[in-house]
């Protein structure tokens, strides 16, 4: 069964003080892991796609990496504004929907 | 801004009743795709839609039902309302089903 596990459930963090958020997965034949930033009450909103193990992606302060189990989205000297909650998903060969992760809550403290 | 569009924003109505909520996709997008949101809970598919016939279905209950329309707009129909029903509802849209999702502003449910 297609599975996603994002941890922590929640993660504080110094303005400045760089992480990493993890998604493992299980997934039969990866057909993409997708990375999503949602604030409260609002739409996720889209962050990168990743299809293939060794792939990286970077968009400002995020990178986001992939290896055949997991993914990690790396957050390099955070600022405030990215306090929100990170959402993973994956779709694999047997389902034509999203297998979603619950999400890390990120709270980055002035 | 995604590009996707859904009504109304709010939406508070009582037990029982009956409610349309209503989404426009991405210019080009062929798929939708509805999601429940509970409070402080991750999302839930309910069910997906590709140039207006039904792809695949989650954990939508009888009570709910959905269609696709030639314009590619689509409507999430929630009968019999109950308090748990309260919720935020996410329209997404992708350009096949197998690439990213864009997600609309959703609905927020209140049932009371």
């Known amino acids: 069964e297609d599975q996603v596990t994002q941890s922590p459930e929640a993660l504080r963090l110094q303005e400045g003080e760089s992480s990493s958020l993890n998604c493992s997965y299980t997934v039969s034949g990866l057909r993409g892991l997708f990375w999503y930033r949602q604030d409260p009450g609002k739409g996720p909103e889209f962050l990168f796609t990743l299809y293939s193990a060794g792939e990286e992606k970077e968009k400002e302060r995020l990178k986001a990496t992939l290896t055949k189990k997991e993914s990690f989205l790396h957050i390099t000297a955070p600022k405030p504004e990215d306090s929100a909650t990170y959402l993973c998903?994956?779709?694999?060969?047997?389902?034509?929907?999203?297998?979603w992760g619950a999400g890390t809550k990120l709270i980055i403290k002035p | 801004d995604s590009g996707v569009t859904q009504t109304p924003k709010h939406l508070i109505t009582a037990t029982g009743q009956r409610v349309t909520l209503r989404c426009s996709p991405r210019?080009?997008?062929?798929?939708v795709y509805w999601y429940q949101q509970s409070l402080d809970q991750g999302l839930q598919f309910l069910i997906q839609?590709?140039?207006?016939?039904?792809?695949a279905k989650g954990n939508i209950l009888e009570r709910f039902s959905a269609q696709q329309f030639p314009d590619l707009h689509s409507e999430l129909n929630l009968s019999s309302l109950e308090l748990g029903d309260s919720a935020l509802y996410f329209c997404?849209?992708?350009?096949?089903?197998?690439?990213?999702?864009?997600f609309g502003p959703g609905t927020r449910l209140t049932v009371t």
């Open positions: 839609y590709y140039n207006g016939e039904e792809r």
């Open positions: 210019s080009g997008d062929l798929s």
């Open positions: 998903a994956v779709q694999g060969d047997s389902n034509y929907q999203l297998i």
């Open positions: 997404a849209s992708s350009v096949r089903g197998a690439y990213e999702q864009y």
